[in-house]
């Protein structure tokens, strides 16, 4: 089992930034590629971006990318989602995910098997 932690959420105006993070405990953190995943009211959860386990590789949905960088630090146990120029749109409960390494995208929800509780983030026009 992996357990996660997400924090850093919070209410924030358009354009403003905010650092996620994900803390692990339980398993070996370094054998798991990660992914932050979102989901706004009414709409399904959707992909953001993910990290291999080197993070030798990461991947972006197009929504976000050039805004939002995904890091980790396998000391820490932490992955870290860096978000800047937040847009209304951005406003959603973040999620980070560990998946067993597969060689996949890692883009898919189905390739994550532990979830976090997710963190706010709110952002205002």
């Known amino acids: 089992q992996v357990q996660l932690v997400e924090s850093g959420g919070g209410l924030v105006q358009a354009g403003g930034s905010l650092r996620l993070s994900c803390a692990a405990s339980g398993r070996t953190f370094s054998n798991y590629p990660m992914g932050w995943f979102r989901q706004a009211p009414g709409k399904e959860r959707e992909f953001v971006s993910a990290i291999t386990r080197t993070g030798a590789y990461t991947v972006y949905a197009a929504s976000v990318k050039g805004r939002f960088t995904i890091s980790r630090d396998n000391a820490k146990n932490t992955v870290y989602l860096r978000m800047n120029t937040l847009k209304p749109e951005d406003a959603a409960v973040y999620y980070c995910?560990?998946?067993?390494?597969?060689?996949?995208?890692?883009?898919?929800?189905?390739?994550?098997?532990?979830w976090g509780q997710g963190t706010q983030v709110t952002v205002s026009s």
């Open positions: 995910a560990a998946a067993p390494p597969s060689g996949g995208s890692y883009s898919s929800l189905s390739e994550y098997i532990y």
